[in-house]
């Protein structure tokens, strides 16, 4: 049986929404806080833009953008593929 989850998350930021969206869209910022695969492509992200982590055990987490208005909101989802099964 799969379950979801959904995870809601809100923080507020002092800066300009330019400023914020940039760090939140541009590969160069968000490896500054997020770990991205070496061959990540060099474009901004936006909706369709995917991160897949392999993990050790043959498994992978991927975190895809679904929603992108510029300069206001961003929403991904992420999904665990384990060995032998899918959840989400």
Known sequence: MT???????????????????????????VAQWDELP????????????????????????VTKVIKAIEEKEITNSIILFQLGRHSQ
């Open 3 to 29: 379950k979801k989850l959904i995870v809601e998350d809100h923080i507020f930021i002092s800066s300009t929404p330019s400023k914020v969206w940039e760090v939140l869209v541009n590969p160069k910022f």
């Open 38 to 61: 070496e061959d990540f492509p060099h474009e901004n992200m936006s909706v369709g833009s995917k991160v897949v982590w392999e993990h050790p055990n043959g498994g992978e987490t």
